[in-house]
């Protein structure tokens, strides 16, 4: 029961996603009847859950919230922006009921009382009671087969049947031609169904009933007639005297002609059942996917050490199998990766909530836009991005979006708006945040550098060098300090949170056209790619999608001079020694490699002694000790046991 019961409490975070991005939806189009049934289906499916797994409190909770949306889809009361709120703060205190499951919070009376306050059917005078509007149904025919182990995660088919009646009028066709001749096992099912109900419920709302267990038991839903077919006594008595399975065309036959030869004619027109494949795609949890994450992690470490052995052995017939070895495991990491991408749309509803109430908060009217949500990033970096983006998100709207009596005296639309977008780029991910609001001042921003003591009056700086100084702690250019910003003390948490995820942050701005901001993320954090080199016979992995080109050059190329410049192809390139860097002893060898790094425009090559060969470097942390140093991004184990320094070209260019 605690497997089912975490399961209840997965989906039931699912739900309350749902739940949160179809209301928020509706509020953009409070007109759409089909966004009003989904939200009602939502918390439907939610009461039902909830209490099957005793959260009856919850299940009230939802049950008085699911009858104010009925009043809506039955036309008894409008949509308005209290109701909308209310049920935006219950999403809220349902997600609190379910994480405190025997505490009940003293404000639960309170939300309670507000949402039966809005029900209609709650308000009515009993002396003048509302005549309900005849809503005409349909006939559906539903094949309900359970897979042989539906009851070992807790789920019971008779629940479903149960909320199945709850529909409307309904008859069931119970086969027993699974049962096995010997013992029965008690976890297993063996029976499945046809069922035929009468409802007002279209093929989505039957649909959702079957909402937590549609990827456990084979099921189909089709229209079968437009009245109800149940009430004719004549239909009924051939549903008794049918013995084979009903179908559709059983249904047809009936409505076209006399029900007396129906069913021998059926018998010949019906066509052999086959079976529907309903695997599209299975529910994983996060504890497992880490734990496969984990594996092929030491896959690939035992994986470097099978190469290493075989270098030394020097056996063909060994060679040849540990390179289709180095193979598979390359495309079981690749596949692993992919399992563990998640769309950058996780975090849009959490986004969007943000931007409506912060909005309202600041007395702004401001949409939230999303493009290239389904773009997939590492689950690591997504969890690890949400702080950093909400600190940006609310600078946006506080400093950025204005009041909409100055974007109307400005000549813009008075609704503001702040667009996250995002795309692939080559093995990153781009992320920018756009608002179309006042933009940056560059003058005020350069002025409070000065104030700092961050830069000198004869510096001569680019604008990008400019926006950098936002990222310095404490720097704030606001007038005065909100309950959103202004204290200085979020961008350059951004900036380090970014960094820690081996990302680069940059900032352009437009006076009144808007601010981007934008955050450039590898795909993944575990495995990389790199070049094994070696200084001072000391190991070292640099990540291969910042490396341009490789150079050797004779050592007295790389020499201290005044500017450490190095002509390659033509160009000059700065350099920097990272034997000077490391401070390491000895001389350098005849011949060094320059390894040419690039970040947006800019390029460096840094000198090694020599470049070992391409590695697949799985990257662990360095821990407490280590975690202020500017150079290194992690550590790998090598083939050997030792440990390599996995080197952050881009801090290194910083620096």
């Not at 065309?249 to 052999?272: H, M, N, S």
């Not at 000198?607 to 590695?615: C, G, K, Q, S, T």
């Amino acid at each position: 029961m605690d497997k089912a019961h975490g399961k209840f409490l997965q989906e039931a975070a699912e739900l309350m996603d749902d739940l949160e991005k179809a209301v928020l939806r509706l509020e953009q189009a409070p007109q759409d009847k089909e966004q009003v049934e989904e939200v009602f289906r939502v918390m439907h499916t939610f009461k039902g859950t909830a209490k099957m797994f005793g959260y009856d409190h919850v299940g009230e909770f939802t049950h008085h919230l699911e009858s104010v949306f009925d009043d809506i889809r039955h036309n008894k009361q409008a949509l308005s922006d209290e109701i909308l709120t209310i049920a935006l703060r219950s999403v809220d205190h349902i997600r609190g009921l379910i994480r405190q499951r025997d505490h009940v919070p003293a404000a639960h009376a309170e939300m309670l009382a507000q949402i039966k306050r809005l029900t209609v059917s709650n308000n009515t005078p009993e002396e003048a009671p509302v005549a309900p509007t005849a809503e005409v149904g349909k006939l559906y025919l539903i094949h309900f087969a359970p897979h042989v182990d539906f009851m070992r995660d807790g789920s019971n088919p008779l629940y479903l049947l149960d909320d199945l009646a709850g529909l409307g009028e309904i008859h069931l066709r119970t086969y027993t031609d699974k049962l096995p001749d010997g013992v029965l096992n008690l976890d297993e099912t063996y029976l499945y169904w046809d069922i035929l109900v009468y409802t007002t419920r279209d093929v989505a709302g039957i649909r959702s009933e079957f909402m937590f267990v549609e990827d456990q038991c084979e099921l189909r839903i089709n229209e079968a007639s437009d009245r109800n077919l149940l009430d004719e006594a004549s239909f009924r008595e051939l549903l008794f005297q049918y013995t084979e399975r009903l179908s559709c065309e059983l249904i047809q036959v009936y409505v076209e002609k006399d029900a007396v030869k129906t069913a021998g004619a059926v018998r010949e027109q019906r066509p052999a059942h086959q079976r529907h494949d309903s695997y599209q795609t299975i529910k994983v949890t996060y504890d497992k996917i880490d734990k496969l994450m984990n594996i092929v992690s030491e896959l690939v470490t035992t994986q470097a050490r099978l190469t290493l052995f075989t270098g030394s052995v020097r056996n063909q017939e060994l060679e040849e199998i540990t390179e289709n070895v180095e193979k598979l495991v390359r495309q079981l990491r690749d596949e692993a990766f992919s399992i563990s991408l998640l769309p950058i749309s996780h975090l849009s509803v959490r986004f969007e909530r943000l931007v409506r109430d912060t909005s309202r908060a600041l007395s702004k009217q401001i949409r939230f836009e999303t493009i290239g949500g389904d773009t997939e990033l590492d689950k690591k970096i997504i969890e690890n991005l949400a702080d950093p983006m909400l600190h940006i998100l609310r600078n946006s709207m506080d400093h950025g979006i204005e009041l909409p009596e100055v974007r109307e005296r400005k000549g813009k639309d008075p609704v503001g708006t702040i667009r996250l977008k995002a795309y692939y780029a080559g093995t990153n991910v781009i992320l920018e945040v756009q608002d179309d609001g006042a933009g940056i001042d560059k003058q005020r921003v350069w002025q409070k550098a000065l104030q700092l003591g961050l830069a000198h009056a004869t510096d001569r700086l680019s604008d990008h060098e400019i926006y950098d100084f936002i990222f310095h702690p404490g720097f704030s250019t606001a007038r005065q300090i909100t309950d959103v910003s202004g204290r200085g003390v979020g961008m350059d948490v951004v900036k380090r949170a970014i960094v820690n995820l081996r990302g680069e942050i940059e900032i352009e701005s437009v006076p009144d056209r808007g601010t981007t901001i934008r955050l450039k993320l590898p795909l993944s954090l575990s495995i990389i790619d790199g070049l094994l080199v070696d200084i001072a016979k000391a190991k070292y992995i640099i990540p291969l999608t910042t490396i341009d080109k490789c150079y050797a050059v004779d050592r007295d190329a790389v020499c201290p001079d005044m500017n450490d410049l190095i002509v390659l192809d033509g160009e000059q390139v700065p350099y920097v020694d990272l034997r000077t860097i490391f401070r390491c002893q000895g001389e350098k060898p005849e011949h060094v490699n320059l390894i040419v790094a690039k970040q947006d425009e800019r390029k460096v090559a840094f000198a090694v002694d020599r470049i070992l060969d391409e590695y697949q470097a799985v990257i662990k942390p360095l821990g407490k000790i280590y975690k202020d140093q500017d150079f290194a991004s992690g550590a790998t184990i090598l083939g050997n046991g030792a440990v390599a320094l996995v080197l952050d070209t881009n801090r290194l260019m910083e620096l």
